[in-house]
Each structure stands twice: as C-alpha cells, then as structure tokens.
C-alpha cells in the first residue's frame, strides 16, 4: 500500500495540480482546504505526511503545526509547510515550531516531489 | 512684497522710496547711520519700539514691515532646529541668520519642509506594509494563483500523454487563475495607488467608511432636524447611492449603519442647539450630555459633526473610537494629531485608558510627540455598545473626542506625550513600546 499525503491548503486549483502531480508520483492523496478542524482531520485520516499552508481560513498553519507536535501520535509527523512569505522570520517560526521542511510559494512541481520523497521514502 | 523679504530690506526700500536719506532717519529715531545700515542688511534684528519709529517716520504700518514671509521664515527655520536636538546651532540667532544669508536660509527652510513631507509618505507605506492586512491577504491570493498557475502550466508542459479530460480541465483552471490574477493584480495596483494621495481609489470596507465621512465632512445636512420617527431610509439609500468612495457591499453595510446612528443622534440632540452652546461654552462632552440630557458618547460625536464654520472658537473637533479589542472603528482626523490608517495606535492614548475604567470619563492635556508638536485635550470615556440583559456582560466601546487647546497657557502647560503607533513613534524612550520605530536617527 503506498504512502499517504495530507494536502491542507485553501486555494482549490493549487490542491488539485498538487493531487494530480503525487497521485501520478503513487502517492494516497486526501485534502482539506480550513484551518478550523485540521488537527483532527490529520488524526483522523493519520497520513504519514501533511502538506500544511500557512494562511489558511479559520487558523493558521502555525497554531495547527504547534498542535500537531504537542499531540503524542503526531509529534513526529513529517510536515512540509507553504507558505506565501519567504522571510526568514517565517522561516525561522516554521523550524521553532517543528516543521521538517518550509517551502516558498510559488514552488515547481519537481520540488514539492524531492521534498516529499526525502521526508517519506517510498 | 516679494516672498522671503526681510523686514530690514523693506525698511530700505521703502526708506528709498520716500526719498530719505540713511542718516536723516537715523538721527529722527535716535540711532546712529551706521546700526541703521546694520539692521537694513539684516545683520541686526528689530523690533519694539525701534520699529514702531521707524515705522511712523517712514508712514508705514510696523507690521507691514515685519510680517508676512519673513515671519514664517523664520518659524520654518526655528522648526528645523528643534528638530535636530542635538544641533549646536543657537536658536537665538535664527533671524540673524535669515538675515545674513537669505538664500540660504530660504533653501534650509524648504528643505526642512520637504523632509517633513517625505516623512510622512514613508509613514503611510511603512504602515501599510508592516501592519496593513488587506494588503498581506491579497499579495497571499496573489501569490497563491500565481502557484497554482505555474503548477498547472508545469503539469500541461511535463506530463507526457495526458489525457484529454485532464488536459482541459487544467486549461480551464489555468484560464480561472489567470482572469482572478488579472483582477487581483488591478486591484492592488489602485490599492497602492492610495498610498500617496489621500482621495485614490481604496478598498478596504474600514478604509471606503473612512473615505466616505471624509467626503461629507462627518456631517450630513440632509439627516439634521428629522424626528425619530421620520428618519427615512429613502434618504439614506439616496447618499448611499451617491457615495463614490463606497465600492463594496461591506463598505456600504458600514456606512449604512452610521448614517442611521447619526440621523437618530442629530434628532436627540440637534445641532443647532450644540452649535450655540459652544458659543459660549467650552466643548466639553460631559457638561454637553449634563445640559442636554443625552450620554456622553452622543454629546462627543455631536461636536465632532460640527463643520469647522460652526464649530465655534475651537474649530473643528477630531474623535476617535475602539472597540473592546482596541481596534479603532471611527476615526475623525484632526491635524496635528495623527491617527493610524492601519494597526494599532500608541497604548498611552486615553481612549484605551477609558477601556481600563468603564463609564469614568478622562480629560487629559496631549500632544503626539515629533515635528511641530500641539498640545489637545482630550476627552475619552468607556461606555456600553450594546443594550443591558440580565447576567449578560455589556460589550464597551471607547470614544474619544480631540478638542485644540488654543491659549498660550495651554500650549505652555505640561502634557502627556504620546504617539501615533509604535512603529512611526520617534520617542526614544517609551516603557510600552510593541516594536522599534523607522524613524530612528539618521532617517
């Protein structure tokens, strides 16, 4: 059974060229697109990786990544955060949170696949 | 009289003019020819009783001599000084100054004006960079289509034998994506356009409300003397209609519920009645609500509706009001006592005092520290914005009204400084500062 991805991201065509792209890569895809109830989703669905946004509607990608490490079934979870700005207080607020990777909108395809098979060897 | 001449070059000329030789009117005002020939070049200052002589003898006005130009001149110099504390140029000699060097001095003066410019365009758009978040969102759209594009364009390019269903499927959303960013990117242009003309297109609902009021003067004439009962809607959806500044649902749902708010107020409390009593009153919010019988938030918002020819010696008034979060939703600009366009402004303000102590009304002296500083009072008060329930908490607002102190003793008395919001605040030293200020020195 192949990996599954977690795609949590608001913008709908963004998460379908992202479905496309790692379905095609083999991967399980589920995707959600509010920040509200993201954590449980994440429990619920249990991926061995999330692709979180930063901005998202209802919360934000980093109170949920903070929840994700307090939480004991997903505090090592690998998480690749996107995110709009590529300052480095935002990077530097991605490591202090724990994420495993941060990557910078706009991304190519080939990059978000090298990040995920580094973080989740197939 | 040319722009930047000084008094002794127009006691000179008009010396000359009436044919009046240098020493003659010396020996008439009781100086030697040679102090008169040093004050006619400027390199001695007059004033007092010198003046008024020589004046006299010339058959001129003493003011005639000695305003105008000169005199904001040398207030514009006497300005640039202060602003450079650590300056050694003496004060004292300002006039001299402008005397001896009167191209000089003329050019130092429209550069210190220039300056105070520049400070304030780079005020703006700092503040709506760091603080702005109308502006943060629709660069994070901006910047989510422009990945979604090049995601999809890169799938169309890379993927080998794509099916024709996917293939037009992400044609389609390529096409979506391109118009919204077309749409988005016209948007922001005029956004930004805003920033440096204060009537520029805007589109925040808070910023349409601002630009709207601002249109009106804050006071609507046609709403002035309705009853209660008579307060039209069709009047209101006539001004509403007519609003150019008013570009989205949310900004005329904004305006809407202020022009009910203030035809219900203008029938409380008319403002005729509040244009006499500051005739002879000084405008002060809770002796108005004590005379007229109407709480002090009404009686505030009633001055602050004055025009500036109705408004009495004070002129025109400034207020402001927050909700329980700080967050400022009324804004009345006054100048000399700036308020933020975006973010949160100086905690030292009353108005956020007033939060910390509900129904009790504050009346402090200020002045917002920097260039040119003024002294207000201000008066703010906490009151409920919404109606009494049992066991339901009341939500406050906090409103504060900006009234210019006019007498010199005003001016000269001690008052609390504070500033406009932490990241264009020059003081250097503040125990409630959030976050360093871009006007530190060397800017």
């Known amino acids: 059974m192949g990996k599954r991805v977690l795609v949590i991201e608001d913008e709908p065509n963004i998460i379908e060229a992202i479905n496309f792209i790692l379905s095609r890569d083999g991967w399980g895809v589920d995707t959600h697109s509010n920040g509200h109830d993201a954590v449980d989703v994440v429990l619920a669905k249990a991926p061995n990786l999330v692709i979180l946004d930063v ?38 607020m991605a490591q202090r949170l724990g994420a495993s990777r941060f990557m910078t909108k706009p991304f190519s395809n080939a990059e978000v696949l090298e990040a995920l098979r580094s973080l989740v060897p197939q | 009289m040319p722009q930047g001449q000084l008094t002794g070059t127009r006691i000179r000329e008009k010396r000359i003019a009436k044919r009046v030789r240098q020493a003659d009117l010396a020996l008439r005002v009781g100086i030697s020819a040679s102090y008169l020939n040093l004050i006619e070049h400027n390199k001695r200052r007059i004033g007092g009783k010198l003046l008024v002589a020589i004046a006299a003898e010339l058959g001129a006005e003493p003011a005639a001599l000695s305003e105008g130009a000169e005199a904001a001149l040398i207030s514009s110099l006497r300005a640039a000084r202060v602003a450079f504390k650590g300056s050694s140029a003496d004060l004292e000699r300002t006039e001299e100054f402008a005397g001896r060097f009167p191209g000089w001095a003329d050019v130092l003066a429209r550069a210190h004006d220039r300056v105070g410019q520049l400070e304030h365009t780079v005020e703006t758009l700092t503040d709506r960079l760091t603080h702005d978040p109308h502006l943060a969102a629709t660069l994070h759209d901006v910047i989510s289509m422009v990945t979604a594009i090049r995601s999809t364009a890169g799938i169309l390019a890379e993927t080998r034998g794509l099916e024709p269903e996917w293939r037009d499927r992400f044609h389609r959303n390529i096409n979506e994506d391109a118009e919204r960013l077309a749409q988005r990117s016209q948007a922001l242009v005029a956004y930004l356009d805003g920033a440096g003309e204060s009537t520029a297109d805007v589109a925040a609902p808070q910023d349409e409300l601002d630009s709207f009021l601002a249109a009106l003067d804050w006071h609507v004439p046609a709403l002035e003397g309705l009853k209660p009962k008579d307060v039209a809607q069709d009047i209101i959806a006539q001004i509403l209609a007519q609003a150019q500044p008013l570009q989205s649902e949310a900004g005329r749902f904004l305006a809407r519920e202020w022009l009910q708010s203030y035809a219900l107020e203008a029938a409380e409390l008319p403002l005729q009645q509040v244009q006499d009593w500051v005739q002879d009153n000084a405008p002060d919010p809770v002796q108005l609500a004590a005379h007229f019988g109407v709480s002090v938030p009404v009686a505030m918002r009633r001055l602050a509706a004055l025009p500036e020819a109705q408004a009495g010696p004070h002129g025109a008034m400034g207020m402001v009001s927050c909700d329980a979060s700080g967050t400022l939703v ?17 905690p030292l303000w009353p ?24 002294q207000f009072w201000a008066f703010a008060l906490a009151a409920p914005a919404t109606s009494v329930g049992y066991n339901t908490p009341p939500v406050f607002q906090a409103h504060m009204l900006l009234v ?31 976050e360093p200020s871009i006007l530190a020195d060397g800017f």
């Open chain 2, 404 to 434: 210019p102190a006019l007498s010199q003793a005003e001016q000269n008395a001690k008052a609390q400084d504070m500033g406009v919001s932490c990241r264009i605040c020059p003081a250097s030293r503040c125990a409630v500062r959030r």
């Open chain 1, 55 to 92: 901005m998202l509607p209802g919360r934000s990608g980093y109170d949920i990544l903070k929840d994700l490490r307090a939480h004991p079934q997903t505090a090592q979870l690998p998480v690749l955060m996107l995110t709009a700005r590529g300052q480095n207080k935002d990077r530097d």
């Open chain 2, 351 to 374: 108005l956020f005092a007033a939060l910390s102590q509900p129904h009790v009304p504050l009346r402090r002296l200020v002045r917002q520290v920097g260039r040119d500083a003024q």
């Open chain 2, 330 to 346: 009324f804004r009345k600009p006054l100048e000399g006592f700036a308020l933020p366009r975006f973010g949160a402004a100086c």
